[in-house]
Nanobody
């Protein structure tokens, strides 16, 4: 069983920055690729970014390329999401997830491969 605990959400001004953290426990952290997803009010959950087990490879949704950066510290069992140049349309609940089931596909990974999810943290960007 993999457990994920998120932190770092909050209210920020448009153009500002925020860093989310996700602490992982239950298994060896480096066994899992990791991802971030988000869900805005009235919308479906969408992929944001993902990172490979070693951290050597990443993938980003077009909407966040150049603004968001995913990283991981395997020694601390933690994955991060650095968000810069935030826009009101980034307002959503952000979830981290662990790729507990491997498949033949690499990045950006299939959503079905993410078997463990965090509780979510609210990010609100004011105009």
């Amino acid at each position: 069983q993999v457990q994920l605990v998120e932190s770092g959400g909050g209210l920020v001004q448009a153009g500002g920055s925020l860093r989310l953290s996700c602490a992982v426990s239950g298994r060896t952290f480096s066994d899992y690729g990791m991802g971030w997803f988000r869900q805005a009010p009235g919308k479906e959950r969408e992929f944001v970014t993902a990172i490979s087990r070693s951290g050597s490879s990443t993938s980003y949704a077009d909407s966040v390329k150049g603004r968001f950066t995913i990283s991981r510290d395997n020694a601390k069992n933690t994955v991060y999401l650095q968000m810069n140049g935030l826009k009101p349309e980034d307002t959503a609940v952000y979830y981290c997830a662990a790729r507990t089931a491997r498949s033949m596909y690499g990045l950006p990974y299939r959503e079905a491969d993410f078997g463990s999810w965090g509780q979510g943290t609210q990010v609100t960007v004011s105009s």
